[in-house]
C-alpha cells in the first residue's frame, strides 16, 4: 500500500504561481511512477504531469512550458511547480502512484494510488 498527502493548494491570480507537494509513505519503488492528475466540477480527470524514478518527465499539451514536476526521492516527495496560471488551471489536483508500464517513461496509464486532492482556483 501507498499513502499520499497533497499539500500547496490555494487561490492566486492569473498569471501567478503555486507549488504543490506530494508525500508518499508506504512500499513506493524507484520503479514506480508518479503523476500529477486534476478535475474540475463537471469535467473529466486529466492528467498533467509524471515523473519516473529516473526523473524522466512528460506533460499534457496544456500545460508545457508552464508546469515542472519534480521528485525528492530522499524525503519520498514529488512537486508541481505551476507558473503563469490561468483560469482554466482551477481544480483539484491529485498525486497519483502507480507501477511503470513503458521503458520510455511514465504517462498517464492506470494508477492504483490516489491522495485526497487539494484545490486550486486562479482567477482572472
Known amino acids: 500500500q501507498v499513502q499520499l498527502v497533497e499539500s500547496g493548494g490555494g487561490s492566486v491570480q492569473s498569471g501567478g504561481s503555486l507549488r504543490l507537494s506530494c508525500e508518499a509513505s508506504?512500499?513506493?519503488?524507484?520503479?514506480?511512477?508518479l503523476a500529477w492528475f486534476r478535475q474540475d466540477i463537471g469535467k473529466a480527470r486529466e492528467g498533467v504531469a509524471a515523473?519516473?524514478?529516473?526523473?524522466?518527465?512528460n506533460y499534457a499539451d496544456s500545460v508545457k512550458g508552464r508546469f515542472t514536476i519534480s521528485q525528492d526521492n530522499a524525503k519520498r516527495t514529488v512537486y508541481l511547480q505551476m507558473n503563469s496560471l490561468k483560469p482554466e488551471d482551477t481544480a483539484m489536483y491529485y498525486c497519483?502512484?502507480?507501477?511503470?508500464?513503458?521503458?520510455?517513461?511514465?504517462?498517464?496509464?492506470?494508477?492504483?494510488?490516489w491522495g485526497q486532492g487539494t484545490q486550486v482556483t486562479v482567477s482572472s
Open positions: 497519483a502512484a502507480g507501477p511503470r508500464y513503458y521503458d520510455s517513461g511514465c504517462y498517464f496509464t492506470p494508477y492504483y494510488f
Open positions: 515523473i519516473g524514478g529516473d526523473g524522466s518527465a
Open positions: 508506504g512500499k513506493l519503488y524507484v520503479k514506480n511512477c
